[in-house]
């Protein structure tokens, strides 16, 4: 059994490769590729090759360099080498270590070509053009990646067209409408193009595309016809059938080249978008999933302390307990509506609304916080008016903005709260010692922006800002004297 030994930085091209010599009844045992020449060397010192089929886009070495290597350590005597080049130059350091076991074959080829060279090489039967299968659509082996199918029932037309783009995409043709049907339907992952003929036997360019377009396997595969018609009507029903885009014979290299670029293009950054499209359903699915099961599974632990603070004798303190955790509860519950509103989705339901418990429950929260700074708050009540919003969208936004307070505020220091009353309006303000970093004051309002505090989410500001506009409101800061942080939010009224 001979062993084959190809050697080519593309995966392609080696695939490709040995697809062919599989189709000239070689075992695929008997077929070893590698993507280097140090590989090569490696595989040689343990199995020598009977035929080596070498190219020069290697990243490490040149074919003369592996060559002289190679016959250096004895372990290529005698194989003969067929080698793949692009520039001519490389060939004539190889043929001057190689006599006459050297075939060359130029990059780009079809497996025509390659089958002929590894004859002459050889004299192998199995790579004459009687033994070779020819059941398989003929292909021009390039290692650009991308692929276009071209359907024209003239070889001089297939062979113009792929001429043109042989050296940019890899090439399968096909010479009638059944057999490129038959070639999607087991290929339509590979190909990115297809080039049509309209004028063909039996099955027209028409019924082709008709067909490519009502397979869901091959209908987002861009079709640009290849015609000598250039009547409207004709033009019109290429694209009612499904086509992109038509050339007209004789072909102009340039143009051709130009639009199949552009199309394919088109079609793989659709094909980003679609799989980021996908990938942000999922993201936001999980996300909405993790939200409720967070809200599922710390309601139980809340509810126990809920109950467990009932029994406390201090009557004070059990108050400031439940407080604190139905604050927590709600935000528990709010947590997936922010989202919604992230997202655009949420429907924004107003009722008239006291304000005043809803800032006390605020700083109930934040008290434990603030007594262990020493730090005092004020709370002062102008209002008579209800407003017209949600009372857990305000309670977020007071909680957010007392508690962001809390932590900027010195030591020892006040923070002092108003409410006041407009004409269409109730403002909230919270005025605290401390004043925002310099860094952070233009992207203060950004999701994630912190000024530093260590447990701080940086999402504070961001989600009280976004809790406001929700409302109909609006949310500002300003810095005085360089020496206090005021932040004041206007909610509309009833």
């Given at each position: 059994m001979k062993h084959i030994l190809i050697i080519d930085d593309?995966?392609?091209?080696?695939?490709?490769?040995?697809?062919?010599?599989?189709?000239?009844?070689?075992?695929?045992?008997?077929?070893a590729s590698v993507e280097n020449g140090q590989d090569a060397l490696d595989f040689m010192a343990m199995q020598p090759a009977d035929i080596v089929i070498i190219a020069d886009n290697l990243a490490d070495f040149t074919p003369s360099q592996i060559i002289a290597k190679a016959k250096e350590e004895g372990i290529l005597n005698v194989a003969p080498v067929l080698l793949l080049y692009r520039e001519p130059s490389t060939f004539d350091a190889v043929k001057s270590q190689i006599n006459k076991s050297l075939v060359t074959l130029a990059k780009p080829f079809d497996r025509d070509a390659l089958c002929k060279s590894l004859h002459q090489l050889t004299g192998a039967n199995c790579f004459s053009e009687k033994q070779v299968i020819t059941a398989a659509p003929k292909r021009v082996i390039s290692d650009t990646g991308g692929s276009v199918l071209i359907v024209d029932d003239e070889s001089s037309n297939i062979e113009v067209a792929a001429g043109i783009l042989?050296?940019?995409?890899?090439?399968?043709?096909?010479?009638?409408?059944?057999?490129?049907?038959?070639?999607?339907?087991?290929?339509?992952?590979?190909?990115?193009?297809?080039?049509?003929?309209?004028?063909m036997p039996e099955m027209d360019g028409y019924q082709v595309c008709e067909a490519i377009k009502n397979s869901s396997d091959t209908q987002k595969i861009p079709v640009i016809f290849l015609t000598a018609k250039s009547q409207i009507e004709d033009i019109t029903k290429g694209f009612e059938t499904g086509a992109v885009d038509y050339i007209t014979k004789p072909l102009q290299g340039e143009i051709l080249l130009a639009r199949v670029n552009t199309h394919i293009s088109l079609k793989r950054n659709q094909e980003k978008l679609a799989q980021q499209v996908h990938q942000l359903q999922e993201t936001a699915q999980l996300r909405e999933d993790?939200?409720?099961?967070t809200q599922h599974d710390l309601k139980a632990p809340l509810a126990s302390i809920l109950f467990q603070a009932g029994k406390i004798k201090d009557v004070p303190l059990a108050s400031a307990i439940k407080t604190t955790v139905n604050n927590v509860?709600?935000?528990?519950?709010?947590?997936?509506?922010?989202?919604?509103?992230?997202?655009?989705?949420?429907?924004?339901?107003?009722?008239?609304?006291?304000?005043?418990?809803?800032?006390?429950?605020a700083i109930t929260g934040c008290q434990l916080d603030a007594q262990s700074k020493k730090v005092s708050i004020k709370f002062k009540d102008n209002t008579k008016k209800l407003?017209?919003?949600?009372?857990?969208?305000?309670?977020?936004?007071?909680?957010?903005?007392?508690?962001?307070?809390v932590?900027?505020?010195?030591?020892?220091?006040?923070?002092?709260?108003?409410?006041?009353?407009?004409?269409?309006?109730?403002?909230?303000t919270?005025?605290?010692?401390?004043?925002?970093?310099?860094?952070?004051?233009?992207?203060?309002?950004?999701?994630?922006?912190?000024?530093?505090?260590?447990?701080?989410?940086?999402?504070?500001?961001?989600?009280?800002?976004?809790?406001?506009?929700?409302?109909?409101?609006?949310?500002?800061?300003?810095?005085?004297?360089e020496q206090f942080t005021v932040f004041t939010v206007t909610l509309p009224a009833h």
């Open positions: 593309s995966r392609l091209a080696r695939e490709a490769i040995a697809k062919i010599l599989i189709d000239c009844n070689f075992d695929k045992s008997s077929i042989r050296s940019h995409y890899r090439i399968i043709a096909a010479k009638n409408g059944k057999q490129a049907l038959q070639i999607l339907a087991k290929q339509h992952q590979k190909i990115d193009l297809v080039l049509l003929d309209i004028m993790i939200e409720k099961i509860i709600g935000m528990i519950n709010l947590s997936l509506e922010l989202y919604k509103i992230e997202q655009g989705l949420y429907e924004f339901t107003p009722a008239p609304t006291q304000l005043p418990p809803l800032v006390l429950d407003a017209n919003v949600e009372p857990l969208l305000c309670l977020s936004i007071f909680n957010n903005l007392i508690k962001n307070a932590e900027a505020a010195p030591p020892n220091s006040k923070i002092s709260i108003v409410l006041e009353e407009a004409e269409q309006a109730l403002s909230f919270c005025k605290n010692a401390g004043v925002v970093p310099e860094t952070l004051r233009h992207t203060l309002f950004d999701k994630y922006a912190t000024g530093n505090i260590k447990q701080g989410s940086g999402l504070g500001a961001y989600s009280a800002k976004l809790l406001a506009e929700a409302q109909g409101g609006h949310i500002q800061y300003e810095i005085e004297q």
